[in-house]
């Protein structure tokens, strides 16, 4: 588990300069081509969690262990990582950038998060879109880590789209997979779908989030 100063470095950075590791004596920055070297110092080496405090700007818990998927505990403060075999880096930033949204962006209690008659099904999905920008509005050195990341997870079938038509699957399921996959993924939805499409992608607060999953279970029931 651990990384490369270049998440970081791109993350302070605001923009997506090279990183470098090699033999050199010392620590650089070319300005003009915007690179960074760093040498080859075993004390360069850390591990995620203190990637995952910075961002989320408090002293949250960081867990690995055998978890279908990562998680972030809203109300102990504490982030959950996956052991899956082989992970990238990238996926393994992508996992920990989402869940720092949450971190910073989602309510901290399950009675604020919770909306009676919402599946948290629902709320999920639709949260996801929301945490999902505006971690990214705050890092944007994470976007290519991100896209690379869920690139990593597809080819990984971590979404179950392997032996399966996308575009067979339900609103909900084609609504997560093309927020979270973007351009990386053709997904159809209906001249009727599309509204809902629209207002999911849109939210900004929670509140949003609440309003549009309620209009959600309306159109579709909840299950």
Partial sequence: MLQSKSVLAR??????????????????FDVENR??????WKEMLQSKSVLARLLANENISV????????????????????????????????????????????????????VPG????????????????????????????????????????????KDNDINEMGFMDRLNLKAKGRDLVEVEFSEEEMPYFKKAMAVETFEDVANVCKELVDWLGDG
């Fill in 35 to 40: 690179v960074l070297g760093l040498p080859l």
């Fill in 63 to 114: 867990e690995q262990g055998n978890y279908p998927t990562a998680f972030f505990d809203v109300e102990n403060r504490t982030l959950g990582l996956p052991l899956w075999k082989e992970m990238s880096a990238d996926e393994t930033d992508l996992l920990i950038g989402h869940e720092i949204g949450h971190a910073l962006f989602t309510p901290q209690t399950k009675e604020e998060i919770t």
């Fill in 11 to 28: 993350l302070l950075a605001n923009e997506n300069i090279s990183v470098q590791q090699g033999n050199f004596e010392s620590a650089f």
């Fill in 118 to 161: 919402v599946p948290h099904s629902y709320m999920n999905v639709v949260e996801d879109i929301r945490i999902e920008r505006k971690v990214l509005d705050k890092y944007p050195g994470l976007v290519s880590n991100f896209k690379r990341g869920y690139l990593g997870l597809m080819n990984r079938d971590i979404f179950g789209t």
